[in-house]
T-cell receptor
């Protein structure tokens, strides 16, 4: 069974501080991994994804994430938080291959990021 | 263009009404999705269409009826909804492999009175 755990439903940082949002997954096969951001009353926007290749992935808005297979983790980081980063962040996984799971995204419960001035 | 559009943005309906949500994409994607999202929760998958055929139905009540008239359009027909069906309904689309990004629309905020 596939599952995604996001540690911390709320994370607060000061503007300019490091942002670290944690994501761990459980999967029977190496999954594809995604981070999405959702601003209030909007849809989800892809920040970055990992499918194959380089395990350090750079995304939009200065975010990056590293796939660590041994730790089954895909934590999201940004060196310096900006007020505009305040939003809900979702980690998600999907499985490669075919079958009934194709196209199915498994989401974590989300992490609300607050950025203080 | 990586845009998925959804109409209407907001919808208020009574429990006896019939209404429809519309989703459109022109990216040539062959998979389209409906999600339901309650406040402070992740999206919950409702339906997946692949090449205009329904491939996943997550045991959604029959008062929700999806339709995919062509590869660019996805509708969600609503009838006899309950107040607990009030939520943000998100549409998404992707190419047909698991590695492909799902692009989400802005959603329709539905309120059932």
């Amino acid at each position: 069974a596939q599952s995604v755990t996001q540690l911390g439903s709320h994370v607060s940082v000061s503007e300019g501080a490091l942002v670290l949002l944690r994501c761990n997954y459980s999967s029977s096969v190496p999954p594809y991994l995604f981070w999405y951001v959702q601003y209030p009353n909007q849809g989800l926007q892809l920040l970055l994804k990992y499918t194959t290749g380089a395990t350090l992935v750079k995304g939009i808005n200065g975010f990056e994430a590293e796939f660590k297979k041994s730790e089954t983790s895909f934590h999201l980081t940004k060196p310096s938080a900006h007020m505009s980063d305040a939003a809900e962040y979702f980690c998600a996984v999907t499985l490669p291959g075919r079958g009934s799971t194709l196209g199915r995204l498994y989401f974590g419960r989300g992490t609300q990021l607050t950025v203080w001035p | 263009d990586t845009e998925v559009t959804q109409t209407p943005k907001h919808l208020v309906m009574g429990m006896t009404n019939k209404k429809s949500l519309k989703c459109e994409q022109h990216m040539g994607h062959r998979a389209m999705y409906w999600y339901k999202q309650k406040a402070k929760k992740p999206p919950e998958l409702m339906f997946v269409y692949s090449y205009e055929k329904l491939s996943i139905n997550e045991s959604v009540p029959s008062r929700f009826s999806p339709e995919c008239p062509n590869s660019s359009l996805l509708n969600l027909h609503l009838h006899a909804l309950q107040p607990e069906d009030s939520a943000l309904y998100l549409c998404a689309s992707s190419q047909r492999t698991a590695a492909d990004t799902q692009y989400f629309g802005p959603g329709t905020r539905l309120t059932v009175l």
